[in-house]
């Protein structure tokens, strides 16, 4: 089993967006924007999806790393850190998931 957190991932992220688009997936993505960065989540997540439906156990697996990372890239191309994301499910944690969506929704 991998010591490899999203941590490590957005840091990652971070590196490869300070390199040329020539050699960096990461930032090409980045500077085409954040549009297209959700848009390419957005392809990844529905490939998700369908793998877990209909594809084998390997297959989620690689579509849920795809989800992870560009999930990772949408927000950093935001300025939204990991650390700002754990802070929200954390205080999410302080009540259940039924009561928090009626909140939202009246809200």
Do not use: P, W
Not at 32 to 61: D, F, M, Y
Request: proline share 0%.
């Amino acid at each position: 089993m991998s010591n490899f957190t999203l941590h490590d991932l957005e840091k990652r992220v971070e590196m490869r967006a300070q390199e040329s688009a020539d050699v960096s997936y990461t930032r090409r993505l980045l500077d085409r924007g954040v549009a297209q960065c959700a848009k390419k989540l957005g392809e990844e997540a529905v490939e998700a999806v369908i793998a877990a439906i209909s594809e084998e156990r390997e297959r989620v697996i690689g579509e849920a790393a795809d989800v992870l990372y560009h999930l990772i890239v949408l927000l950093h191309a935001r300025g939204i850190t990991l650390d700002e994301v754990e802070a929200e499910l954390g205080a999410r944690t302080r009540q259940s998931g039924l009561d928090e969506k009626a909140a939202r929704k009246s809200g």
